[in-house]
């Protein structure tokens, strides 16, 4: 049986929804379904409880096998020779690195990336990763064919750059890999349209409307400006005045202000509506 180890760090309080945690929440609940194999889940004696919490998993189901939670320094303490498949870091955590070589182990580490666009990344992700030495059968996990070419150049730039400055020869000679984040489709499937508007509050009077949704973290710095959004809706409506079109923008809002700033922007013209708060 394939035996897949992972560390999971639960968010702290009831923040704004991330897209980082819902896709890591998704896959190990995918695995949990899915998956023929074991897949240890470590996390700080401190941090279990918690990690079962948000989990939720049923992990007292006869026959299961899928889904394992236990406390990392377990692990350390068993020590070298302690059977471990591949190491999948959920989120380019690079400490698996350092546990391969404290358990002195072969097992290949894969990771996932879930943001390729802050200006840190390149010292205090790909450079630690250039440094840490990932071997030919480690891989990072890119969610498309442009994440991929995106990866690709970002860790050649960070490479030729240390390379001219010390004289070096550092590469990256892992693999990348492209596989799509999924999606659960027993979740995520065809439902009653006026019911399920009737369920997420959106009301009577757009039960029938012709609706425009924008999901996510209301941001302009490291999300998505909104404003174009808005004008494009605006004019779709100006020419389409016999539907009743209406832009829905549904998210969470990490510093109170930028939902609202929108809202006021939004609300000069009646076709546009939001809501901010948890999605699940």
Same mark, same amino acid.
């Given at each position: 049986?394939?035996?897949?180890?992972?560390?999971?760090?639960?968010?702290?309080?009831?923040?704004?929804?991330?897209?980082?945690?819902?896709?890591?929440?998704?896959?190990?609940?995918?695995?949990?379904?899915?998956?023929?194999?074991?897949?240890?889940?470590?996390?700080?004696?401190?941090?279990l409880p918690d990690i079962?919490?948000?989990?939720?998993?049923?992990?007292?189901r006869p026959g299961r096998?899928?889904?394992?939670?236990?406390?990392?320094?377990?692990?350390?303490?068993?020590?070298?020779?302690?059977?471990?498949?591949?190491?999948?870091?959920?989120?380019?955590?690079?400490?698996?690195?350092?546990?391969?070589?404290?358990?002195?182990?072969?097992?290949?580490?894969?990771?996932?990336?879930?943001? @390729?666009?802050?200006?840190?990344? *390149? &010292? #205090?992700? %790909? $450079?630690? /990763?250039?440094?840490?030495?990932?071997?030919? =059968? !480690?891989?990072?996990?890119?969610?498309?064919?442009?994440?991929?070419?995106?990866?690709?150049?970002?860790?050649?730039?960070?490479?030729?750059?240390?390379?001219?400055?010390?004289?070096?020869?550092?590469?990256?000679?892992?693999?990348?890999?492209?596989?799509?984040?999924?999606?659960?489709?027993?979740?995520?499937?065809?439902?009653?349209?006026?019911?399920?508007?009737?369920? @997420?509050?959106?009301?009577?009077? *757009? &039960? #029938?409307? %012709? $609706?425009? /949704?924008?999901?996510?973290?209301?941001?302009? =710095? !490291?999300?998505?400006?909104?404003?174009?959004?808005?004008?494009?809706?605006?004019?779709?409506?100006?020419?389409?005045?016999?539907?009743?079109?209406?832009?829905?923008?549904?998210?969470?809002?990490?510093?109170?202000?930028?939902?609202?700033?929108?809202?006021?922007?939004?609300?000069?013209?009646?076709?546009?509506?939001?809501?901010?708060?948890?999605?699940?």
């Amino acid at each position: 049986m394939l035996r897949v180890c992972c560390r999971y760090t639960p968010p702290s309080g009831e923040g704004p929804v991330v897209g980082i945690q819902a896709a890591v929440d998704g896959l190990l609940h995918g695995i949990d379904r899915h998956a023929r194999g074991r897949c240890d889940v470590f996390g700080t004696l401190a941090q279990l409880p918690d990690i079962r919490a948000r989990l939720a998993l049923d992990l007292d189901r006869p026959g299961r096998q899928a889904v394992v939670i236990d406390d990392l320094h377990t692990l350390r303490a068993k020590g070298e020779g302690e059977r471990i498949d591949v190491w999948h870091d959920l989120a380019m955590d690079l400490r698996p690195f350092a546990l391969r070589r404290a358990l002195k182990g072969s097992f290949p580490i894969t990771l996932t990336h879930h943001t @390729l666009s802050y200006r840190e990344l *390149l &010292r #205090d992700v %790909f $450079l630690r /990763l250039l440094l840490e030495g990932p071997r030919p =059968t !480690d891989a990072i996990v890119c969610s498309s064919s442009a994440a991929r070419t995106a990866v690709e150049r970002i860790l050649e730039h960070v490479a030729d750059r240390l390379n001219a400055r010390l004289g070096t020869d550092v590469r990256y000679r892992g693999r990348l890999a492209s596989i799509p984040l999924g999606v659960d489709t027993e979740r995520f499937c065809v439902r009653d349209r006026a019911e399920a508007r009737v369920r @997420l509050g959106l009301g009577d009077d *757009l &039960r #029938d409307a %012709f $609706l425009l /949704l924008w999901v996510g973290r209301f941001s302009a =710095t !490291d999300k998505a400006d909104l404003v174009p959004l808005i004008g494009v809706a605006g004019e779709l409506a100006r020419a389409n005045p016999t539907r009743n079109l209406r832009l829905v923008c549904v998210g969470s809002d990490r510093t109170g202000r930028a939902a609202s700033s929108v809202a006021r922007r939004g609300r000069r013209r009646r076709r546009r509506r939001f809501h901010s708060g948890r999605v699940r």
